[in-house]
C-alpha cells in the first residue's frame, strides 16, 4: 500500500483548485503545472510548488503528457491527478505514468481503453444483463448494410463515432433518403476529431432524458453507487443544468439503475471514481450509454446530497486503501442543482464570449457553493473551454434548492463577458423543470432568446424605476424635513416630528 506525498494536478482552473484544496486537507502537498497565459491564475498561486509547461495552445502544454512525467521525476512527485478533459481518459498516458514509476489517480489503463470506445464498451458490459438501446455493437461503414439494420431497428436512428463524445460524430437520421448523407459525415467528423472513423447505428430515443450514476470502486473489488444525476438540460449534446437526485425517479428505480452501474463498473474491472450514463425514455425505462472514466464536472452536486469528499476517495483508492464507506451507510440528504457558467452567448446559439471578467462578484450564503478557476479582472483565454466556473446550490428539498439557485444567479455580478446564467435561470424556472417533464430536447422546445431579452430589459426597467421613485421620494422627504426644521428650530422637536410624518 502506498503513502502519497506529493501530487501533481495534470489540469488547469477550476478542477485543479477543487483537487489541491482536498489534497492539502490530508496533508498531501500539491505542484500546479501551467500554460504561459495561465501564470497568474490561482491554481498556480495556491500549489506548493509550479511549474510552465510551455505555450499557451493545450497542445504545447496540457497535453504534453511526456513532460508532465518528467516534471514529476524532477520534483519527486508521487501521482498525478488529471482532474477531466486533457489526459483524464488517455489510456497511453496512464500506462505511462504508471512505468515511470508513478501513481495515475484514476482507473487502470485497461478500463480506460474498453470504456473509451463505445463499441467495445458495449461488448463488455453485454454479459452482465444491463439494458442496451437496441442497435448493432460492431462498426459499420457499409451504406446497404446500414440500410438493412436501420430498417430492423426501425427510423429514427442514431449514428454514432464509437471513439470521443461531445456530441461529435452523431448524426440523427430520420428516413432511408438520408442515410448515406449522415453516415458519411459522421464518419468523417470523427476520423477528423478522434482518428478513428469507426460508427455504429443504435435506435434513436426522441425524448430521452440523460440519467447518470457516480460510482466509487476500490482495488479490493468492492464496488458501491452513490445516486443519480439528473443531466437532461443540455445545448450541442454538452451539459449546462445537472441535479441529483432524479425528481422523477422513486426508490425502486434508484436502487435499480444504481445496481446496474456498479454491474458497468464490474464489467471492466473498475477502481477509482467513475459515472455510468444511461439514456431514459418517456416510460423511464433506462438504457446503457456510456461510462466515463474520470471525476465529472458535476460530481459537486453527489458530494453535496452524501457529504462525501469525491477527491479524497480518489487519492485513498489510488493509495489502495479499501472502500470504508457501504451502500448500506449511504443517503440522501437534501437536493442539489448545478449550473455551469459558461463564458457562452444564449442570445447566439450559446457560441464562446472571450473577453475580460471586469466585474466579478459571487453569490454568498447559506447552501451557496462556488467552484471556480478565475477572479476579477482577469482574461477567458480562448484556447480551453469556456467554463468560469460552476455554481451549486443546495437545499433541504428540490424547490428550496430552485430558489437558492434562482437568489444566486441573481447575486452573481459577471460583466466583460456573456455567460450562461441568463439562460440557466430561465431553465430552472420553467414549468417543464419545475415539474420533471424536461427532457435533451430542452433547449429546441423551450428556449426563446428572445424570452430571456425581455425579461432582461423589464428587469432593466423596473430597477430604472425604482431608482427614478426612490430619488423623488428623497427629494421629497428633504423639502418636508426642511419646512419641519424650520417650523421646530426652536421647541427642539424636530426629530421625533421628522420621524412620525
Known amino acids: 500500500m502506498a503513502q502519497i506525498k506529493k501530487i501533481l494536478v495534470a489540469n488547469r ?68 491527478h488529471p482532474g477531466y478533459g486533457f489526459l483524464s481518459e488517455n489510456a497511453d498516458f496512464a500506462r505511462k505514468v504508471e512505468a515511470a514509476g508513478l501513481i495515475f489517480i484514476g482507473p487502470s489503463a485497461r478500463s480506460i481503453e474498453i470504456m473509451g470506445d463505445k463499441l467495445a464498451a458495449k461488448n463488455a458490459v453485454s454479459a452482465y444483463d444491463i439494458p442496451m438501446v437496441p442497435g448493432i ?40 433518403y438520408e442515410l448515406q448523407e449522415q453516415m458519411e459525415r459522421a464518419i468523417s467528423e470523427a476520423k477528423s476529431s478522434f482518428g478513428n472513423g469507426a460508427v455504429f447505428l443504435e435506435k434513436f430515443i426522441t425524448s430521452p432524458k440523460h440519467i447518470e450514476v457516480q460510482i466509487l470502486a476500490d482495488q479490493h473489488g468492492n464496488t458501491i453507487h452513490l445516486f443519480e444525476r439528473e443531466c437532461s438540460i443540455q445545448r450541442r449534446h454538452q451539459k449546462v443544468i445537472e441535479e441529483a437526485p432524479s425528481s422523477v425517479f422513486d426508490d425502486k428505480r434508484r436502487q435499480l439503475i444504481g445496481e446496474a452501474a456498479v454491474k458497468v463498473a464490474q464489467a471492466c474491472d473498475y477502481y477509482g471514481t467513475g459515472t455510468v450514463e444511461f439514456i431514459v425514455n418517456e416510460n423511464l425505462d433506462f438504457f446503457f450509454l456510456e461510462m466515463n472514466t474520470r471525476l465529472q464536472v458535476e460530481h459537486c452536486v453527489t458530494e453535496e446530497i452524501t457529504g462525501i469528499d469525491l477527491v479524497k476517495e480518489q487519492i485513498k483508492i489510488a493509495e489502495g486503501k479499501a472502500l470504508e464507506i ?98 440557466c435561470k430561465f431553465a430552472i424556472n420553467h414549468e417543464a423543470f419545475i415539474n420533471g417533464s424536461f427532457d435533451t430536447n430542452f433547449v429546441k422546445h423551450f428556449f426563446n432568446p428572445d424570452d430571456i431579452k425581455m425579461a432582461s430589459e423589464s428587469q432593466e426597467e423596473e430597477k430604472i424605476a425604482g431608482a427614478i421613485a426612490l430619488m423623488l421620494l428623497t427629494d421629497s422627504t428633504t423639502v418636508k ?21
Open 481 to 501: 424635513e426642511s419646512k419641519l426644521d424650520t417650523q421646530s428650530r426652536n421647541n427642539g422637536k424636530w426629530k421625533q416630528r421628522a420621524y412620525l410624518d
Open 326 to 423: 457501504k451502500q448500506s451507510d449511504l443517503s440522501i440528504r437534501g437536493h442539489a442543482i448545478e449550473c455551469r457558467v459558461y463564458a457562452e452567448n444564449p442570445d447566439d446559439n450559446f457560441l464562446p464570449d472571450i473577453g475580460t471578467l471586469n466585474t466579478y462578484k459571487r453569490p454568498q450564503g447559506l447552501g451557496i457553493r462556488v467552484d471556480d478557476g478565475f477572479e476579477e479582472g482577469m482574461q477567458i483565454p480562448i484556447f480551453y473551454d469556456p467554463m468560469i466556473g460552476k455554481l451549486i446550490a443546495t437545499g433541504k428539498d428540490r424547490n428550496e434548492a430552485i430558489a437558492r439557485m434562482t437568489r444566486a444567479i441573481d447575486e452573481f455580478n459577471i460583466s466583460g463577458v456573456q455567460t450562461t446564467l441568463s439562460f
Open 13 to 80: 482552473g477550476e478542477i485543479a483548485l477543487r483537487v489541491m484544496r482536498s489534497a492539502k486537507e490530508m496533508g498531501v502537498s500539491t505542484v500546479a503545472v501551467f500554460s504561459e497565459i495561465d501564470r497568474n491564475a490561482p491554481h498556480v498561486r495556491f500549489a506548493d510548488e509550479a511549474v510552465c509547461l510551455g505555450p499557451s495552445p493545450s497542445s504545447e502544454s496540457y497535453l504534453k503528457g511526456e513532460r508532465i512525467i518528467e516534471v514529476c521525476k524532477n520534483r519527486n512527485v508521487d501521482a498525478i
Open 137 to 176: 455493437n460492431r462498426a459499420i461503414d457499409n451504406v446497404t448494410e446500414a440500410k438493412k439494420i436501420a430498417k430492423e431497428i426501425g427510423y429514427p436512428v442514431l449514428i454514432k463515432a464509437s471513439a470521443g463524445g461531445g456530441g461529435k460524430g452523431m448524426r440523427v437520421v430520420e428516413g432511408e
